[in-house]
């Protein structure tokens, strides 16, 4: 299995920060990285596929970027929906694997 | 409008077997472009991906409960079906079907179900 690794497991940050979230991936996984969005008691929400391609919708302060096992997610002009948890997932290969989520807090 | 949602029960015993139904809309289970994943989340922890399945019958399992797992579907009752068996206390999570495309990855989600196993 392709284990994926997401740093840091909590993060700080002010309204107007702009914050990096990290995914590596034990393996190549040829770009096929996505990123999503959990707010507590919620489904999560699909942000990123394709390592840097917006989901319809999702607005350009979510930015992601990274290829072959390293990957990054940036958020820009923090606001207070932004505070929740991020999780990276690689569909490249099965099983398919999530990293252990970020949760991102208010300052 | 694509929607998913979760159907179930929300409390089963230990040793019992888990049924779970994912109803769809808003697109087709034979598109050959589309497939439904089977997601869950225990209480406080983090996602786990559980098996998918697509329009061309082509399915996927979690490893570590490949024995205990089988999914299906009904494409003229737009409907993915998640069996788990053999249930302990353990498989207590919310459960999240989601649609995936191929290429693209997951990109709309059930609202999710919480099962809790119990006796």
């Known amino acids: 299995d392709i284990q994926m690794t997401q740093s840091p497991s909590s993060l700080s940050a002010s309204v107007g920060d702009r914050v990096t979230i990290t995914c590596r991936a034990s393996q190549d996984i040829n770009n096929y990285l996505a990123w999503f969005q959990q707010k507590p008691g919620k489904a999560p929400k699909s942000l990123i596929y394709?390592?840097?391609n917006l989901q319809s919708g999702v607005p350009s302060k979510f930015s992601g970027s990274g290829s072959g096992t390293n990957f990054t997610l940036t958020i820009s002009s923090l606001q207070p929906e932004d505070f929740a948890t991020y999780y990276c997932q690689q569909y490249n290969n099965n099983p398919r694997t999530f990293g252990q989520g970020t949760k991102l807090e208010i300052k | 409008q694509v929607t998913l949602k979760e159907s179930g029960p929300v409390l089963v015993k230990p040793t019992e077997t888990l049924t779970l139904t994912c109803t769809v809309s808003?697109?087709?289970?034979?598109?050959?472009?589309?497939?439904v994943t089977w997601i869950r989340q225990p209480p406080g922890k983090a996602l786990e991906w559980l098996s998918h399945?697509?329009?061309?019958?082509?399915?996927s399992y979690r490893p570590s409960l490949k024995s205990r797992l089988t999914i299906s579907k009904d494409t003229s009752k737009s409907q993915v079906v998640l069996t788990l068996t053999n249930l302990d206390p353990v498989d207590t999570a919310t459960y999240f079907c989601a649609r995936v495309r191929r290429g693209s990855g997951i990109d709309f989600w059930g609202q999710g179900m919480l099962v809790t196993v119990s006796s």
């Open positions: 399945i697509f329009s061309n019958g082509e399915k």
């Open positions: 808003g697109f087709s289970l034979s598109n050959a472009r589309l497939g």
């Open positions: 394709g390592a840097s």
